[in-house]
């Protein structure tokens, strides 16, 4: 029998991953750094540095790497967040996550097949380069 969470605990989560999407670095960073994981997952797979991307939070994204957040920790679905920011076009965070180590290879669709299905041959010049 599953143990059911805890409803604070669930709350907290929430408002973690809230924070995240919304790119409220500050307040994020505070949490990780009192203790939160830096790679926290959802009920999807989707850590915190997926949703900042996801979203377009370069800065948010760049300060969950500096914290030890896997940049190419990937959701349930087999993506990363390289290829969700290249499917969202987010271009800072794609530098982001480049220079955090991203692979543009990882995941399914990979980073590299997510630029190609969308014409986006400037991405594969600068993926190339990594």
Do not use: C, W
Not at 103 to 124: K, N
């Amino acid at each position: 029998m599953a143990e059911v969470p805890d409803p604070e605990v669930v709350e907290l989560a929430t408002k973690i991953f809230d924070l995240a999407r919304r790119g409220r670095t500050e307040e994020l960073v505070a949490y990780v750094d009192a203790g939160v994981p830096a790679d926290l997952t959802n009920d999807r797979g989707d850590s915190l540095v997926m949703l900042a991307a996801y979203h377009g939070h370069a800065r948010t994204v760049r300060a969950l790497l500096e914290r030890g957040a896997d940049a190419d920790r990937v959701n349930d679905r087999g993506q990363t967040p390289l290829a969700g920011a290249v499917f969202k076009g987010e271009t800072e965070v794609i530098e982001a996550l480049l220079k955090g180590g991203a692979d543009p290879s990882a995941g399914t669709p990979s980073a590299v097949d997510t630029a190609r299905m969308f014409g986006r041959t400037e991405l594969l010049d600068l993926f190339g380069e990594h």
